[in-house]
């Protein structure tokens, strides 16, 4: 296997609570990551040289600050690899939309690249690699939906029915460092009980996201006529769960010009993982 296609799909925080800030600056939280089947493509070509390059259709980030970049490169110095890649993004995921597309396009260049280069390094040893590249990177590496807690590193697998959603982005992009940075922010939530609901959780940031920025505002309340509306992680993508395609594609279609949306199924497993499970067979 020289070139590979492989998925890097979108998250959804189903709830974000956040229950204190540490000493070191890192904030406690407990949050539901969900795997969506839509994401980013990403198309990995081997070379006999060195040289890692990506083709991204100019998304206007420095190649040598794209994570994709620096995930391909931490693990040829890690394993010290003799070959190269070339790799071709097609971009699907709003930046900065908070669906997790630059954590979800490195750690799918970690595991597919694992395969290609045959590093044969476990998921553990991939997520270490990859925590050091964004602190969501290892959620996508594990590719299970699961609770996360601590500052994101307790990973806990959780079985949730199939369900639709309509995610739509408002076309803003909201700063992660600012809203955790900020004194408005809500920092002792309560930490989960045993027999918890998600109907009783919320997403702790979506209130001040709102009050700083209308438009997602806007966006939760329009989502509202088809059912409960939550933002995804600091935003600024907001979704809203439905029980079918038809439905999900039903607000798609009524979606405001102004604005840019996608439907999708859940997924209990990252798409990237049984893609290239499928394509290892």
């Not at 089947?37 to 998304?59: A, V």
């Not at 900020?182 to 009980?193: A, F, G, M, V």
């Not at 109907?199 to 088809?226: F, G, I, M, P």
């Not at 600024?236 to 079918?244: I, K, N, Q, R, T």
Request: hydrophobic content about 40%; glycine content about 8%; some cysteine.
């Amino acid at each position: 296997m020289t070139s590979v296609s492989i998925t890097a799909p979108a998250k959804l925080n189903l709830f974000l609570h956040i229950n204190n800030k540490r000493d070191d600056g890192y904030h406690e939280l407990e949050t539901l990551f969900t795997f969506l089947d839509f994401g980013d493509e990403l198309t990995f070509t081997l070379t006999n040289e060195k040289t890692i390059s990506l083709c991204d259709d100019n998304y206007g980030i420095p190649q040598h600050d794209n994570l994709i970049y620096k995930a391909a490169l931490a693990l040829q110095s890690y394993k010290k690899v003799p070959l190269g890649v070339n790799i071709k993004l097609i971009k699907k995921l709003p930046m900065g939309g908070g669906v997790g597309g630059g954590s979800s396009d490195a750690a799918t260049t970690l595991l597919t690249l694992n395969t290609l280069w045959n590093c044969q390094l476990t998921i553990a040893e991939l997520a270490n690699i990859g925590v050091k590249l964004g602190a969501d990177v290892p959620v996508f590496i594990h590719g299970k939906t699961a609770v996360a807690q601590g500052i994101g590193e307790k990973l806990t697998p959780i079985k949730l029915p199939k369900k639709w959603y309509c995610v739509v982005f408002p076309n803003v992009h909201i700063s992660t460092a600012e809203i955790f940075t900020h004194p408005d922010l809500p920092r002792n939530t309560p930490k989960l009980s045993e027999g918890w609901k998600l109907a009783e959780t919320q997403n702790d940031c979506e209130a001040l996201v709102k009050k700083l920025n209308s438009e997602v505002e806007k966006t939760l309340l329009w989502l509202l006529k088809y059912g409960p509306s939550r933002m995804t992680g600091t935003g600024a993508c907001c979704f809203v769960e439905l029980d079918s395609q038809i439905a999900a594609q039903r607000v798609l279609n009524s979606l405001p010009s102004c604005w840019q949306g996608f439907v999708a199924p859940n997924s209990a497993i990252s798409p990237a993982h049984t893609q290239l499970e499928a394509r290892l067979k």
